[in-house]
């Protein structure tokens, strides 16, 4: 969709925010552009289980999920991550509105592998309408939880919420905010990437756990027909671009 852009922020960047940041969301906003941030929270989310003493397990990059997980999840996400997300908008005053799943069903979802993962969900229906209609007047701030069709939570990896949400709504950019510059070979940012240099870049290693989430995301999405994707730590530089595959 023209105008549209998505930003998935986590919890790193968000501590790294700079006034160039907030500076470009204004002048999105002031060309009419429709503006979503998708917002996740992993490191406040394992420093809360560490403190209550629930175990954090991961496999392939997948937060195991049990309801107590769930639970310090949400708190976190909706409780915490959010209004800190919100509060840093609203004091550069942006006009901004918190949105969960549960806000006429924005998203839903399936439970990745419930006997493996617990919890954990892919996104499967987007409330177009609904979404948009927030999105006409304010920039939403949207945490990555969906709800199954029987009313379950489910926690879903804030990077592959983003791709969904832009996938669905065939977004025009979506920008995937990390706490580095781009995607990093030798000290030095790829500037363009795509599915074939990407597998190269995973075969000897430098990219590695922390980073392929994002990188997996980013292709899916420009597959999907999302024009613009960007691996970043700034909007205002374009950090690692993601190419068509036959570039």
Partial sequence: MKDLIIIKIGGNALNQLQADFFKQLRIWRNDNKKILL????????????????????????VRITDEKTLTLTKLVLL???????????SDHHLNVQGLNAASNYLLKGRYLNKDK??????????NKKALLAELNQKIGV???????????????????????????LGAEKLYLMTDVAGVLAQGKVVKKLNKQ???KLVQDGTITSGMFPKVDAALKARRSGVKEVFITNSLIK????IESEDL
Avoid: F, R
Avoid at 39 to 55: A, D, E, F, K
Avoid at 238 to 241: D, F, H, S, V
């Fill in 238 to 241: 374009t950090g690692t671009k």
């Fill in 117 to 126: 993962y617990g919890q954990v969900g892919a996104i499967t229906y987007v």
């Fill in 142 to 168: 949207l945490a990555p939880l969906a709800l199954t069709e029987q009313g379950e939570w489910l926690n879903v990896n804030a990077d592959q919420a983003a791709l969904a949400v832009a996938s669905y």
């Fill in 197 to 199: 240099v990407a597998a």
């Fill in 79 to 89: 409780g915490q991550m959010q209004p800190l997300l919100l509060q840093k908008l």
């Fill in 38 to 61: 998708v917002h996740g929270g992993g490191p406040m989310i394992s420093q809360l289980c560490q403190q209550l003493h629930v175990p954090i397990t991961k496999e392939n990059g």
